[in-house]
């Protein structure tokens, strides 16, 4: 049972540039979302999933798309990078509620130069 | 909005002994209360919550207790370890907005 599978780890980018954030689970949960952390701080909800083919905002998402065409997958994509979005990105899982995470991904390293 | 304050932002204890970390937030209508232990590094781990019909949860070692009259919860970790070395967060989920807020973070070092 690997639970909540991101890829990649780590990824440096150049300000402009695209890329899309992998996040897997295989605990069959309705519920995902994606977070970013800065230094220092808690978590901020970028977007959120209440199941295949519903997405939803959250309290951070200029510069992020999400789709959810399957339970399983939850892909987070950010569109034009920018230096202010170097940070470390988690997706997480839940039975809950998708503003309740419960399984965390090992998370995303992400620099943007 | 809600608004979660966390304290201490540091704390050291010596091996065994208990430490106690607080939350103070400021939606009476806050219902879910998770902490979350993050080893440098790593990702967040779910280690209890509590829901606001409840008034303390226990699982072996670690307790949350909640007063919604005064609208603040604690986390209480007994006969610590070595291994319970980390940054603790709290987050409060205010019913109407939503919206979870994590607390600023306490950095947990047990010392042997």
């Known amino acids: 049972n690997a639970g909540v599978t991101q890829t990649p780890k780590f990824q440096v980018l150049k300000t402009g540039q695209s890329m899309t954030l992998q996040c897997a689970q295989d605990?069959?949960?309705?519920?995902m979302s994606w977070y970013r952390q800065d230094p220092g701080m808690g978590l901020r909800l970028i977007h959120y999933?209440?199941?295949?083919?519903?997405?939803d905002q959250g309290e951070v998402p200029n510069g992020y798309n999400v789709s959810r065409s399957t339970t399983e997958d939850f892909p987070l994509r950010l569109l034009s990078a920018a230096p202010s979005q170097t940070s470390v990105y988690f997706c997480?899982?839940?039975?809950?509620?998708?503003?309740?995470?419960?399984?965390f991904g090992d998370g995303t390293r992400l620099s943007i130069l | 909005g809600e608004n979660v304050e966390q304290h201490p932002s540091t704390l050291s204890v010596q091996e065994g002994d208990s430490a106690v970390i607080k939350c103070t937030y400021s939606d009476s209508a806050s219902n879910y209360f998770p902490w979350y232990k993050q080893e440098l590094g790593k990702r967040p781990q779910l280690i209890i919550d509590i829901r606001s019909n409840v008034g303390e949860k226990k699982d072996q070692r670690i307790a949350v207790t909640l007063n919604k009259t005064a609208k603040h919860f604690s986390l209480h970790i007994t006969e610590t370890q070595p291994e319970d070395s980390a940054v603790y967060f709290c987050?409060?989920?205010?019913?109407?907005?939503?919206?979870?807020?994590f607390g600023q973070g306490t950095r947990l070092t047990i010392n042997p």
């Open positions: 605990m069959n949960h309705e519920y």
């Open positions: 997480a899982s839940s039975i809950n509620g998708a503003r309740q995470p419960q399984h």
């Open positions: 999933s209440v199941g295949a083919g519903i997405t």
């Open positions: 987050a409060a989920l205010g019913q109407g907005a939503q919206k979870l807020v």
